[in-house]
C-alpha cells in the first residue's frame, strides 16, 4: 500500500491534511434541510486517526484457533 501511495505522490502529511479538514467540515442536513455538525462521519475520522498510529494490521488471527480449534485439526 505504500508503494501505491508514493507511487502517486500521497504522504502521511497529506493523508493528515484531509482527515482534518473532514473532521472539521463535516455537516449533513435534516429533512427540512437544515445544517447540522455530522458527528458520525467526525467520530469515522477520529477513529481512522487511532487506526493509523497503532500500526496495527486490520486482521489477527489466533494460533491457538488454527491448531487447536475442533475444525482446525492438521
Given at each position: 500500500?505504500?508503494?501505491a501511495l508514493d507511487m502517486v505522490g500521497i504522504d502521511e502529511l497529506v493523508?493528515?491534511?484531509k482527515i482534518?479538514?473532514?473532521?472539521e467540515s463535516?455537516?449533513?442536513s435534516t429533512p427540512e434541510w437544515e445544517l447540522i455538525p455530522d458527528y458520525?462521519?467526525?467520530l469515522d475520522a477520529v477513529k481512522?486517526?487511532?487506526?493509523?498510529?497503532?500500526?496495527?494490521?486490520d486482521?489477527?488471527?489466533?494460533i491457538a484457533n488454527i491448531f487447536w480449534g475442533k475444525?482446525?485439526?492438521l
Open positions: 500500500m505504500s508503494v493523508m493528515a491534511k482534518r479538514e473532514i473532521m463535516a455537516y449533513t458520525k462521519v467526525m481512522l486517526v487511532y487506526k493509523m498510529r497503532s500500526w496495527k494490521p486482521t489477527q488471527i489466533n475444525g482446525w485439526d
